[in-house]
């Protein structure tokens, strides 16, 4: 990928905005094909992940700190995965899901390609429909 196809887009979400939601409402408002989170900071004050071969979301409630949000995303779908920590260190992470809650602010900065295309779609390796990386 040529770094000149690349553009990078930051924005700050507020108490009480839902991450999932909102990231995803960016990536169609702006139109993002094929896009990743370069970096989120932030607390929670609610979370909603789904663990490793779990088939629904644990959710919890209390001051949670971002420690880590990657992922690929576009217009097609999205794939995040979260960690957050609580106010003893404690760290958990996983699927992220609808549900996580901003406490006092997430700082998210994603980039994106403009010479690539994402989207999810079953290849017959596994039941899920999985990314698809295809040049423009």
Known sequence: MNPSDTIT???RLKPG???RKEIEAFVHKENI???WIISCVGSLIQT???FANQ???TGSKGHFEIVLLTGTIG???SHLHMSVSDSL???IGGHLLNGNLVYTTAEIVIGESKSLVFSREKDGTT???ELQVKKK
């Open 75 to 77: 217009t097609s779908g």
């Open 17 to 19: 905005q839902d991450l």
């Open 9 to 11: 887009h930051a924005f």
């Open 89 to 91: 260190g404690r760290t």
């Open 55 to 57: 088939p629904d979301g």
């Open 48 to 50: 909603n992940l789904r």
């Open 127 to 129: 039941a899920w429909e």
């Open 33 to 35: 094909l094929a896009g």
